[in-house]
T-cell receptor
């Protein structure tokens, strides 16, 4: 598509439930990134994909967080057994190649109640 | 993880005034980036700086890459109401870790018409 598409745009979930956040990158972009933006904070790096591989997943906060990318395109970020501190905006970005010209999606606002 | 020190946290100005914000880091970056984020949207790149000492303009925006490579500033001249948003600085390193951006916490700009 023309831009990076994320869904859902908003998600409210109960503590302890699992959630899946989806990112559709720009067609042809090989690199894909997930960042987290907590209230009043800057963006915090979570994970980087090159193709379907994740060379750096060091930013994932705990083992409740996982992500995958299939077909070199769509990526899914999964948070298991959600906690209130997981509430944040989760932003996805893609670029034509590693490190070059990020384009961000509009994000998924996750609220854990 | 590391974050850049961005100031001020927020600014309330009158339309027509000039604005200045800056970022500092304890470590060197090879590229400095300035982004703007509007409500419900992802960050959009405003200016990219690639060389120490570089001064770059984009319309009413001017940004500089500090000589030490540990700081950068962004100026907005003759502000208008649509300049409202959160402005983020980001640092990027070269080489194998160039996929990861390190962000400041943002400057919230409010422009009173």
């Amino acid at each position: 598509g023309a831009g990076v598409s994320q869904s859902p745009s908003n998600k409210v979930t109960e503590k302890g439930k699992d959630v899946e956040l989806r990112c559709d990158p720009i067609s042809g972009h090989t690199a894909l990134y997930w960042y987290r933006q907590s209230l009043g904070q800057g963006l915090e790096f979570l994970i980087y994909f090159q193709g379907n591989s994740a060379p750096d997943k060091s930013g994932l906060p705990s083992d409740r967080f996982s992500a995958e990318r299939t077909g070199g395109s769509v990526s899914t970020l999964t948070i298991q057994r959600t906690q209130q501190e997981d509430s944040a905006v989760y932003l996805c970005a893609s670029s034509l190649e590693q490190g070059a010209g990020y384009t961000f999606g509009s994000g998924t606002r996750l609220t854990v109640v | 993880g590391q974050q850049l020190n961005q100031s001020p946290q927020s600014m309330f100005i009158q339309e027509g005034e000039d604005v200045s914000m800056n970022c500092t880091s304890s470590s060197i970056f090879n590229t400095w980036l300035w982004y703007k984020q509007e409500p419900g949207e992802g960050p959009v790149l405003l200016i990219a700086l690639y060389k120490a000492g570089e001064l770059t303009s984009n319309g009413r925006l001017t940004a500089q890459f500090g000589i030490t490579r540990k700081d950068s500033f962004l100026n907005i001249s003759a502000s208008i109401p649509s300049d409202v948003g959160i402005y983020f600085c980001a640092g990027q390193r070269s080489g194998g870790s160039n996929y990861k951006l390190t962000f400041g916490k943002g400057t919230l700009l409010t422009v009173n018409p």
